[in-house]
């Protein structure tokens, strides 16, 4: 099993950064890639940005390309997502997932199998 913790959330104003943790625990080693979701009330989840472990590559939405990075550290069994230039739009409950298919969608909650419990970010104007 295995468990992601969030961190990192809180207020800021718009054009500003903040840096988003998800903390791996458990039984990590089958675990090929981890995403950031971001869901605002009554909408759906979307899918924010994802760091796939086998092939070291990274994908994003396109309204965080070129402001948001994923990057990762082996050693501390975390992911980050720096998010810079934010806008009130960014405002969100932030998720980390993770999973282990061989094949599935970037950025598609369903592909993923644990998530954390979330952290809210708040962009004001």
């Known amino acids: 099993q295995v468990q992601l913790v969030e961190s990192g959330g809180g207020s800021v104003q718009a054009g500003g950064s903040l840096r988003l943790s998800c903390a791996a625990f458990g039984y990590t080693y089958s675990t090929s890639y981890v995403g950031w979701f971001r869901q605002v009330a009554g909408k759906e989840r979307e899918g924010v940005a994802n760091?796939?472990?086998?092939?070291?590559?990274?994908h994003y939405a396109d309204s965080v390309k070129g402001r948001f990075t994923i990057s990762q550290d082996n050693a501390k069994n975390t992911v980050y997502l720096q998010m810079n230039s934010l806008k009130p739009e960014d405002t969100a409950m932030y998720y980390c997932?993770?999973?282990?298919?061989?094949?599935?969608?970037?950025?598609?909650?369903?592909?993923?199998?644990?998530w954390g419990q979330g952290t809210q970010v708040t962009v004001s104007s």
């Open positions: 760091f796939d472990f086998d092939v070291g590559s990274t």
């Open positions: 997932a993770s999973g282990a298919r061989r094949r599935y969608v970037p950025l598609i909650q369903s592909w993923y199998n644990h």
